[in-house]
């Protein structure tokens, strides 16, 4: 089951609603911040916790048991790719959404399924974040392969 009980008050009664608990893997602590805010903004999910590289996303994957990992392809110790798969192996009722500062291609995509994610985001499009965890944690996939470039040669 996704989530944690959550208690709320709604017209005086008290009510339990679940919310799907989601760790945040990225070696910049700016973009880590960046995500929590928006995440938290929403009220949907609970952040329960950061890692600061692939290992450490493992680790902490472990030790919260998360129901989704957000995760950024290029970290030091072990990329999101290797984390991804090593959660994926360890724990497989995890849910991952690769993100990513280079392009999202067809290449990529490939590589992210083979690692065990269900999705995969260019920071770019962040503003996608949020489309794209309601719809891994409904047990879909969120593919968004990057626009084509538009320079010329």
């Given at each position: 089951?996704?989530?944690?009980?959550?208690?709320?008050?709604?017209?005086?009664?008290?009510?339990?609603?679940?919310?799907?608990?989601?760790?945040?893997?990225?070696?910049?602590?700016?973009?880590?911040?960046?995500?929590?805010?928006?995440?938290?903004?929403?009220?949907?999910?609970?952040?329960?916790?950061?890692?600061?590289?692939?290992?450490?996303?493992?680790?902490?994957?472990?030790e919260l048991a998360p129901d989704l990992v957000v995760l950024d392809l290029t970290?030091?110790?072990?990329?999101?790719?290797?984390?991804?798969?090593?959660?994926?192996?360890?724990?497989?009722?995890?849910?991952?959404?690769?993100?990513?500062?280079?392009?999202?291609?067809?290449?990529?995509?490939?590589?992210?399924?083979?690692?065990?994610?269900?999705?995969?985001?260019?920071?770019?499009?962040?503003?996608?974040?949020?489309?794209?965890?309601?719809?891994?944690?409904?047990?879909?996939?969120?593919?968004?392969l990057s626009p084509p470039s538009n320079t010329v040669r």
């Amino acid at each position: 089951m996704i989530g944690v009980t959550a208690m709320t008050e709604a017209g005086g009664k008290r009510k339990n609603r679940m919310r799907p608990r989601i760790l945040i893997a990225d070696d910049d602590a700016v973009i880590r911040k960046m995500i929590r805010k928006l995440l938290e903004q929403s009220g949907e999910w609970q952040v329960i916790g950061e890692a600061v590289d692939g290992a450490d996303a493992v680790a902490k994957s472990e030790e919260l048991a998360p129901d989704l990992v957000v995760l950024d392809l290029t970290m030091p110790h072990m990329s999101g790719l290797d984390a991804g798969s090593e959660i994926s192996k360890r724990f497989p009722q995890i849910h991952m959404l690769l993100l990513t500062l280079h392009e999202i291609t067809p290449q990529l995509v490939n590589a992210a399924t083979r690692a065990g994610f269900q999705g995969a985001l260019s920071k770019a499009m962040s503003m996608q974040l949020a489309t794209g965890i309601k719809t891994i944690l409904s047990e879909e996939q969120f593919f968004r392969l990057s626009p084509p470039s538009n320079t010329v040669r």
